[in-house]
């Protein structure tokens, strides 16, 4: 809590007696937006923080998008939310499948459309570079580790976003036909056979010699 104080204080926020104030006087106040029942887990999240803050004197509410949260969410009708705003090609440590969308070229004024997962239209000429840099570096190649370390440190210096957790998922698979699976000892991809990394599965999965014939 110090530290965020110190960072409030340095913005020019003032707290009067329990209440913060921005600059300019007014209470600090501002809406969390949510999804709603359609992801529980990060509705329950955004609860818990917006209590947090209003124990802090940050008169912060949480609001419900429901089914207006994508529409909401694109053309930046919103304060602050929790969503999903970094996803990679299935636990792959290159970062193209989401970090396209963080190029400069792409961002669009508030109210239009903007492209996904850049949500919070976040810019930079150093985030340009690192775009580029990506394209450029081979699918495999052991430096895709160190571009992705660069974004990392340029995330945390800026704060676009602040990371919350990782979202689990249980993806059962049955072995009796067929084979090849991500498993704990050869975890070559994530699980979920709903992500883009269902390309890396497909070609590793094959027949199981020993099925029951029918």
């Known amino acids: 809590m110090q530290a965020a104080t110190e ?11 329990k209440d913060w104030m ?4 007014t209470p600090f106040t501002f809406r969390l937006q949510v999804e709603g029942d359609a992801i529980p887990t990060l509705a329950r999240a955004g609860t818990v923080i917006s209590q947090q803050w209003q ?4 008169n912060a509410k ?3 998008a429901g089914p207006t949260n994508g529409r909401r969410l694109s053309t930046g009708d919103f304060d602050a939310a929790i969503y999903w705003s970094i996803e990679t090609w299935g636990g792959h440590p290159d970062l193209s499948f989401f970090l396209e969308s963080y190029q400069s070229q792409f961002i669009k004024p508030l109210g239009e459309v903007q492209a996904p997962r850049n949500l919070q239209r976040w810019q930079d000429p150093e985030l340009d570079k690192i775009v580029e840099e990506n394209r450029k570096v081979p699918f495999n190649s052991p430096d895709v580790p160190k571009v992705g370390q660069r974004f990392l440190k340029l995330a945390v210096e800026q704060m676009p976003m602040i990371p919350l957790l990782a979202y689990n998922k249980f993806a059962p698979f049955d072995t009796t036909y067929w084979t090849g699976y991500p498993t ?21 999965i094959k027949p199981n010699p020993d099925a029951p014939k029918n």
């Open 7 to 17: 960072l409030l204080q340095k913005a020019g926020f003032k707290k009067q007696g």
């Open 22 to 25: 921005k600059p300019d006087g």
């Open 55 to 58: 124990q802090q004197g940050i």
């Open 62 to 64: 949480v609001e419900v």
């Open 184 to 204: 704990v000892e050869n975890p070559y991809a994530a699980s979920g056979p709903n992500w883009s990394n269902l390309r890396y599965m497909i070609v590793r």
